[in-house]
T-cell receptor, first 111, second 115 residues
Framework: NAGVTQTPKFRILKIGQSMTLQCTQD?????MYWYRQDPGMGLKLIYY???????DKGEVPNGYNVSRSTTEDFPLRLELAAPSQTSVYFC??????????FGQGTRLTVV | AQSVTQLGSHVSVSEGALVLLRCNYS??????LFWYVQYPNQGLQLLLK??????LVKGINGFEAEFKKSETSFHLTKPSAHMSDAAEYFC?????????????FGPGTRLSVLP
């Protein structure tokens, strides 16, 4: 049982480049989330989804976009990378138990 | 709106000593409460959760937490610290809305265990 899988684990981007962080879950969870983690700041919600075709903004959505075409996948898109987007990104999912399950994270550096 | 505060960004204890990590929350509805642990370069793992059953919740690795509604607290304890407990711990609150399950995390407490 893989749970929540994120790729890549590490990435270095130049300012202005774009990339997609991939997230997939195999638990048939309706809810999926993207968080960013900065030192001493806890986790901040970027976007979330309550099911395929439905997404909504979280606390810090600027500079990001998401889509949810299937129950399993919830990719996060950075269109014009900025140094302020240097962070560790976590994808999570939750279902009937109300517990969030997390991926291993993507460490992104923008230079 | 929900919020979570964790008193102490860094807590140090000696091996074998009591671990106490503090968490206070605010929520306009009866909450679900969680403690997660994060080891270096890993994702968050669930330690335990409170969902309105028993107020004393037991989790993995010998940890437990007590829900105190009057104090809006959900402190995490372990009677005897082990070196392997060194990690970052996050308290989180979730509402019970039917549309989405919104998790709000505290800033985290880094636990160091001294030999």
């Amino acid at each position: 049982n893989a749970g929540v899988t994120q790729t890549p684990k590490f990435r270095i981007l130049k300012i202005g480049q774009s990339m997609t962080l991939q997230c997939t879950q195999d638990m048939n969870h309706n809810y999926m989330y993207w968080y960013r983690q900065d030192p001493g700041m806890g986790l901040k919600l970027i976007y979330y989804s309550v099911g395929a075709g439905i997404t909504d903004k979280g606390e810090v959505p600027n500079g990001y976009n998401v889509s949810r075409s299937t129950t399993e996948d919830f990719p996060l898109r950075l269109e014009l990378a900025a140094p302020s987007q240097t962070s560790v990104y976590f994808c999570a999912s939750s279902g009937q138990t109300g517990v969030a399950f997390f991926g291993q994270g993507t460490r992104l550096t923008v230079v | 709106a929900q919020s979570v505060t964790q008193l102490g960004s860094h807590v140090s204890v000696s091996e074998g000593a009591l671990v106490l990590l503090r968490c206070n929350y605010s929520s306009s509805v009866p909450p679900y409460l969680f403690w997660y642990v994060q080891y270096p370069n890993q994702g968050l793992q669930l330690l335990l959760k409170y969902t309105s059953a028993a107020t004393l919740v037991k989790g993995i690795n010998g940890f437990e937490a007590e829900f105190k509604k009057s104090e809006t607290s959900f402190h995490l304890t372990k009677p005897s610290a082990h070196m392997s407990d060194a990690a970052e711990y996050f308290c989180a609150v979730s509402d019970r809305g039917n549309y989405g399950q919104n998790f709000v995390f505290g800033p985290g407490t880094r636990l160091s265990v001294l030999p």
